[in-house]
C-alpha cells in the first residue's frame, strides 16, 4: 500500500515537472533567440543608418567624432536640405548636395574620372568639367604659380559658436580656374570633392569673390584658396592629399569652416 501510494506520488510529480518543462523551456527558448536575433540586426542596422546618413560625410568619416564634429553634425548650416530645414542663411549658403545620394547625377555629363586616369594621380589635384584645359595639377606645380598664391590668417567660425584664427598659404582658387584651367564662359557651379567623399559645392560667384571678411577685422578681404600650407607647416601626403579649400566669411556670423574642404580629390566645373 504505502509503496502504490509513493508510486502515485512520483507518477504525479513526474506527470507535473514534464508538464512545466515542456511549456517553459521549448517555446521560451525559441522566443528568446529569435528576439536576439532580431535585436542585433536592428541595432546593426541603426549602426550604418546612423554613420551613411546622419553623417555630413556620406561615403567615410574615419576620423573619431569629437565634440566639435559632433556639433557639426547637427548644426551645420551647408548640409542637405532634410537635415538642416532651419537654416536662416540657405540662400547665401554654398549649395552642398552631398547628402543627396544621387547628387552624382550632377556631374554625370563630365569625365570625373577618365579611364585612362593612372593610379598615382591620388595626390594630384584634378580640375574637371567646363574648362578648356583641365588640371591635373601636383603640389610642385602648384606652388611654382608664384602669381597666384595668397598667404593670410583665415578666421574661423564653426558650429555652436567656437571660433578661430589659422594660418594658411595656398593658391587663390579663382585665379586658378581663370588663367590656367581656362574655365569656359557658361560654367556657373564649381564643386570640390574630398578623398573621403565630403565635398561643397560654390556658384562661379562665391568662387570669384575676392573679399572674404573676418567679423573680428574690418580689414580682412581675403579670396577662396587651395592651401597646402596651415600654420606655417605643409600637409603631409601620407594622409591624403595636400589640399584644403579655406574661405573666409561672406558677412558677420557666418559659420565658414564647415565650407572648408580637406584632402581635396578633385574640382568639378559645370
Ligand atoms: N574632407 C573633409 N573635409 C572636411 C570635413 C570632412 O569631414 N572631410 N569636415 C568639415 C568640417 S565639418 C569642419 S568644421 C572643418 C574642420 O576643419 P579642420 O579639419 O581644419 O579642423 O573641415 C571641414 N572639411
Ligand atoms: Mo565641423
Not at 535585436?39 to 567615410?60: F, H, L
Not at 576620423?63 to 553634425?73: F, T
Not at 606652388?143 to 598667404?151: G, P, R, S, T, V
Not at 573666409?248 to 559645370?270: C, F, H, L, T, Y
Amino acid at each position: 500500500m504505502k509503496n502504490s501510494i509513493i508510486i502515485f506520488l512520483l507518477v504525479i510529480l513526474l506527470g507535473l515537472a514534464g508538464c512545466s518543462s515542456n511549456e517553459s523551456k521549448i517555446p521560451e527558448s525559441t522566443e528568446t533567440n529569435s528576439e536576439a536575433v532580431v535585436e542585433e540586426n536592428i541595432e546593426e542596422v541603426n549602426e550604418e543608418s546612423e554613420s551613411d546618413i546622419g553623417n555630413e560625410t556620406p561615403v567615410t568619416q574615419d576620423k573619431p567624432v569629437d565634440s566639435e564634429e559632433q556639433e557639426a553634425l547637427m548644426n551645420e548650416p551647408v548640409k542637405s536640405e532634410e537635415a538642416n530645414p532651419g537654416n536662416e542663411d540657405s540662400t547665401n549658403a554654398p549649395v552642398n548636395n552631398q547628402s543627396i545620394p544621387a547628387a552624382d547625377n550632377a556631374v554625370v555629363e563630365e569625365p570625373i574620372e577618365p579611364a585612362a586616369e593612372p593610379e598615382t594621380s591620388e595626390n594630384l589635384l584634378k580640375i574637371q568639367g567646363l574648362a578648356e584645359n583641365e588640371l591635373s595639377l601636383s603640389l610642385e606645380e602648384l606652388k611654382a604659380m608664384d602669381d597666384l598664391i595668397f598667404e593670410g590668417d583665415f578666421y574661423w567660425l564653426n558650429s555652436f559658436g567656437t571660433t578661430g584664427y589659422t594660418h594658411f598659404k595656398g593658391i587663390n582658387l579663382w585665379n586658378l580656374l581663370e588663367l590656367k584651367a581656362l574655365i569656359k564662359t557658361e560654367a556657373s557651379m564649381v564643386t570640390v570633392i574630398a578623398q573621403d567623399g565630403y565635398k561643397m559645392q560654390f556658384t562661379i560667384e562665391q568662387v570669384k569673390k575676392q573679399d572674404y571678411m573676418d567679423e573680428t577685422n574690418p580689414d580682412t578681404k581675403y579670396p577662396m584658396i587651395i592651401a597646402w600650407e596651415e600654420n606655417k607647416e605643409e600637409y603631409s601626403t601620407d594622409k591624403g592629399a595636400p589640399f584644403k579649400l579655406v574661405v573666409g566669411q561672406k558677412e558677420a556670423g557666418d559659420v565658414n569652416k564647415p565650407q572648408w574642404v580637406s584632402n581635396i580629390d578633385r574640382i568639378i566645373v559645370e
